[in-house]
């Protein structure tokens, strides 16, 4: 199960989720007349469903600049929140690949139970994020027959990637969907696995600040982007 876990101990990342207390909602929803007839972001806020951690834009305000990715019945509509600190009542990681599996379609579940063997195989804990993510988080129906299954999987330094990325292609290879997702190291540092399993010799990172190249050997090591 994905709990929260207290915001003072630890800070939002990339697809970490974000719980915001009702006085923080009805914040974020003042003077927002373009959400006016969106009645499915009041029931949202109702809810207690949570936004997830995005990049800062330059034209953002101060705060924690969050996302809401509304269900294809909804029009697929991004929109983007910024909320104080203050209002911030938990975070949580993303849920758990092995909590997702009862929300995801029946074609999907074969794919799923072999990469349930990947957190045993490899040093990872498997976590996914994109439509199915969203819809074990609200019951809402997110994934349909075009979407992909992103995965994130959190690394440990003794993590073998070529090894895991080998596995996770081959897994792909039977899917009936296509695999998404990212590789991410305990900074929050993060690589979409395709690049690596690809062998080339940079790499694109990704974090929350940003994006930039770093040499795959130095990704695999630790070595921050400056």
């Known amino acids: 199960m994905t709990l929260p876990c207290n915001p003072g ?32 972001v009041v029931r949202w806020a109702e809810q207690g469903w949570p936004a997830i951690r995005r990049r800062a834009m330059p034209d953002d305000p101060s705060g924690m600049t969050l996302g809401l990715p509304l269900p294809p019945s909804a029009g697929k509509k991004r929109l983007a929140f910024v909320v104080q600190t203050d209002d911030v009542a938990s975070v949580a990681r993303p849920p758990l690949l092995s909590d997702a599996r009862k ?13 349930a063997d990947l957190p045993f195989r490899h040093a990872v804990e498997a976590r ?26 959190d690394l440990d330094r003794d993590a073998d990637l070529d090894r895991l990325t080998a596995d996770i292609a081959a897994i792909e290879a039977g899917a009936p969907m296509r695999l998404d997702g990212e590789l991410m190291r305990d900074d929050g540092a993060a690589v979409n696995w395709r690049e690596l399993h690809a062998g080339t010799n940079d790499v694109l990172v990704k974090r929350l600040d940003g994006v930039g190249l770093l040499g795959r050997r130095s990704f695999v090591a630790g070595v921050a982007v400056s």
């Not at 800070?11 to 499915?40: F, I, K, N, T």
């Not at 929300?103 to 990469?115: I, N």
Request: aromatic share 8%.
């Open 103 to 115: 929300s995801a379609p029946v074609a999907w579940l074969p794919t799923l139970d072999r990469l």
């Open 128 to 153: 996914v994020f994109g439509s199915l993510a969203w819809q074990t988080l609200t019951g809402l129906a997110y994934v349909t027959e075009h979407s992909d299954l992103d995965l994130l999987l």
């Open 9 to 40: 101990r630890r800070s939002a990342g990339r697809h970490d989720l974000v719980y915001v207390a009702p006085r923080g909602w009805r914040a974020m929803l003042a003077g927002r007349d373009d959400l006016a007839a969106e009645p499915l």
